[in-house]
């Protein structure tokens, strides 16, 4: 048996066939507003898109084999909120961006991995029809952030991040661990401390990420990709050295 056909057998088997990909087609509207005062820059965006056959992946059954769908239409929107600080105390610049955003799709899936015809319910990707919120929908997200410049040709930079969490895949069945709709908010912070030598020729850095090491769930979506988790803590090195040229 060829690989395609192994890959055919398996599908079936999950109650999943395919079909042809229909090509993605978007209707974008975005305004935005910027003021700037004093060396304070806001930035103020509103944004929606309109997708039909908007593409997406599903695995097979569960396996860790993805394959594209696409969905009969998707409604992205938003708002988006970003200031930007001037110089501070000659040293530092601050910056707070913060996003609200609502991802919804509605079915039937339209190309890709499909449900064999006539539809079971046996079959995952048999959907309600309605727009409901796709795996990666976060309604708040918030980061916030400084870049200083420090004596002796060094730097520090901090980053805080704010979700809301993301959308609850086992929400009303007997399997969720969390009682609403969506998952829990987190919190991560980022920091970095770096320095320079002779005039830039040599450069050391050292970057922390996830400091506290704070273990989040960001997806639980068995249909459309399974659990994910954000990354543990990281801290890494870095060392730069410019040739003459």
């Keep these: 048996m060829t690989a395609t056909g192994a890959l055919f057998g398996f599908a079936n088997s999950q109650n999943f066939t395919f079909a042809p990909l229909r090509g993605e087609r978007d209707k974008q509207y975005e305004a935005s507003l910027i003021i700037p005062y004093r060396g304070w820059n806001m930035e103020i965006d509103n944004y929606q898109t309109d997708a039909r056959n908007w593409l ?93 410049s420090l004596p002796w040709h060094s730097y520090a930079s901090g980053n805080v991040y704010y979700g809301s969490g993301f959308t609850n895949g086992l929400y009303g069945t007997p399997y969720a661990q969390y009682p609403g709709p969506y998952l829990p908010s987190h919190t991560t912070v980022d920091l970095a401390l770096g320095k320079s030598f002779t005039e830039g020729k040599y450069a050391v850095s050292v970057t922390a990420v996830n400091v506290a090491n704070r273990r989040v769930q960001l997806d639980n979506s068995l249909t459309f990709g399974g659990f994910h988790w954000n990354e543990p803590r990281q801290i890494y090195g870095e060392f730069r050295y410019r040739f003459n040229y």
């Design 56 to 148: 997406d992946h599903n695995n097979i059954g569960e396996s860790n084999l993805f394959w594209p769908i696409t969905w009969y239409g998707a409604v992205i929107q938003g708002w988006d909120l970003m200031l930007h600080s001037p110089m501070l105390w000659h040293r530092a610049q601050a910056h707070v961006v913060y996003a609200n955003q609502i991802a919804r799709a509605t079915s039937p899936i339209t190309g890709g991995l499909i449900c064999p015809v006539p539809l079971t319910s046996s079959c995952p990707l048999d959907i309600p029809p309605g727009l409901a919120p796709v795996d990666h929908d976060q309604r708040n997200t918030l980061n916030w952030g400084i870049n200083s």
